[in-house]
């Protein structure tokens, strides 16, 4: 979420209502890093707060103890490793980011770059550093907290069977037809990663494999 969310449309979780207001009264997510300066920005995770959310089992957007179901706010190519750059999150705290934060929720929004001092995240792996267009709640039981395979040094969350999907464009349901342009579009990036690999042509029958089942999780309208 950032201070520019359209917050007004959607129902606000009572966790999410519970978290401290930057200046113009929108609440500030749990992981958002406190600045030198003492400033929070809504672009900034705090490293540090990452450790406690894994260690402690705490919602990354709220903050408070996780249940037996957490949520995975991801992008389309995510459903198609299963694999998460941020720690998991309530449901009803998930569902309010897909639908309010402006990155997520609107497919023009890009990424603001800034220099801030640590501790913060960058992000672990191999990201994609795009706007997909859509979002996808990913509901589960289970997840691992994993090294990273190659890229920047750092941890990602190995996701477990869904139990509950839930795509998002707009603040709104995506389409079946926005859903597979996003993952159209995002399909050669993670080509391309394959070829960085010992084995490339294994690598890519394995996404080949791995794009058909995330196929299936597709809205069917």
């Known amino acids: 979420m950032t201070s520019q969310a359209p917050i007004g449309h959607v129902a606000m979780p009572a966790r999410v209502a519970a978290l401290p207001r930057n200046k113009v009264g929108y609440p500030i997510p749990w992981f958002v890093a406190t600045l030198e300066d003492g400033t929070r920005d809504f672009r900034v995770a705090s490293a540090d707060l990452m450790v406690n959310a894994v260690k402690q089992q705490l919602c990354w957007v709220c903050g408070q103890q996780l249940g037996s179901y957490v949520a995975f706010v991801i992008g389309p190519m995510c459903a198609v490793n299963r694999v998460s750059a941020e720690p998991p999150a309530h449901r009803d705290c998930a569902l309010y980011s897909a639908m309010v934060c402006p990155f997520l929720s609107h497919p023009g929004m890009r990424r603001r770059e800034i220099d801030v001092a640590e501790p913060t995240i ?9 706007n997909p267009g859509v979002a996808l709640v990913w509901i589960t039981r289970s997840y691992r907290v994993v090294k990273s395979p190659g890229g920047n040094k750092g941890i990602l969350f190995r996701i477990g069977d869904a139990t509950e999907t839930a795509w998002f464009a707009d603040g709104r349901k995506a389409t079946r037809a926005e859903v597979l342009a996003s993952m159209t579009s995002g399909l050669p990036a993670l080509q391309e990663a394959c070829q ?26």
């Open 196 to 221: 960085l690999d010992d084995d490339p042509d294994e690598s890519l029958r394995d996404l080949d494999s791995d794009y058909r089942r995330a196929l299936a999780l597709v809205p069917t309208s």
């Open 122 to 130: 960058t992000p672990a792996g191999r990201p994609l550093m795009r």
